[in-house]
């Protein structure tokens, strides 16, 4: 009975927000210490101080904690002493709302074409950067910017009085995925512009991370949902898309989910501060749940409360 209750609770890490990519919250029965009976006894083992404020759940995998902080700061912690093993500081162009680094990592395994080994690897939202550490040593393997403005807009809106805040609020999900009779390791990741119009086109963008034999690490864009106007934008040129365009009615705030069993990725958008103007630009405005196919990213389906 013993040996079954180990394997039964081998994989209780808790890898991502919402504990995987469908977002369960879920523990599998039997395998946590902690119970209706006991949480009102728990008290803190140990406290990790950082300089600015965590809004971000933990990643946990191992004896591992890794987590960001609104300065920018992203840490792996000792999951029993709360001992820093390593930190990462970011770089972020634009102005953000509140910090660098507001959600949740996602610590997944990826194929290592060097070592044809499996890389356990950090992903997270800094800025308006995806950004993929080496778990064990916070070395930095990839990042990308889904700022979705060409360059020349960028430069001119970052001189201006009052420029705009591009940044990714959305902890990343990892999942596997049907892409024709394959199945392909995927991320997807909201970005957010806050409600500006005339940034460019937002939504959630789906990427693959992948590693050369020279140990070269790279994100490559695969699709970007514009829940504005329910198409998809495929490839590097994705991320660019329809820049200065947009009523900033379509960022995306919160994780997309992933529902396996369909292929669909699930995202809310947030609201609209200029209906009007979006309606006379044949965009959608209300507030919504969305759902794109996750090889594709086609529009699939929509619900608008009122």
Not at 164 to 185: C, F, L, M, W, Y
């Amino acid at each position: 009975p013993g040996a079954r209750a180990a394997s039964h609770c081998a994989t209780t890490a808790w890898r991502q927000y919402g504990n995987g990519p469908s977002h369960s919250f879920q523990v599998t029965p039997g395998c946590s210490p902690i119970n209706s009976g006991d949480v009102a006894t728990l008290t803190p083992k140990w406290f990790f101080h950082t300089a600015d404020s965590v809004s971000a759940s933990p990643a946990v995998v191992g004896n591992s904690v890794y987590v960001g902080t609104w300065d920018g700061r992203f840490y792996s912690l000792n999951a029993r002493t709360g001992q820093q093993q390593w930190v990462f500081d970011i770089t972020a162009a634009n102005p953000t709302a509140f910090g660098q680094i507001v959600s949740s990592a996602a610590v997944e395994p990826f194929r290592d074409a060097r070592t044809g080994n499996r890389r356990q690897v950090v992903v997270f939202g800094g800025g308006s950067i995806l950004w993929a550490l080496d778990a064990a040593t916070g070395k930095l393997l990839a990042s990308i910017d889904v700022d979705p403005r060409s360059a020349k807009l960028r430069t001119k809106q970052l001189d201006s009085a009052n420029p705009p805040v591009v940044e990714i609020e959305s902890s990343p999900a990892v999942a596997d995925v049907r892409v024709g009779r394959h199945t392909q390791k995927r991320i997807f990741v909201g970005m957010d512009v806050h409600n500006d119009p005339g940034v460019g086109r937002t939504g959630v963008v789906a990427l693959r991370l992948t590693s050369s034999r020279h140990g070269r690490w790279r994100f490559r864009p695969v699709w970007k949902s514009d829940p504005e106007t329910d198409r998809a934008y495929h490839g590097p040129r994705a991320l660019t898309k329809g820049s200065g365009k947009g009523q900033g009615c379509g960022d995306v705030w919160s994780s997309p989910a992933v529902d396996a069993a369909a292929n669909l990725v699930v995202y809310g958008v947030a609201n609209c501060d200029d209906p009007p103007a979006a309606k006379a630009h044949h965009d959608n405005w209300s507030e919504s749940i969305t759902a794109v196919n996750a090889a594709t990213g086609r529009f699939k389906w929509r619900y608008a409360p009122a």
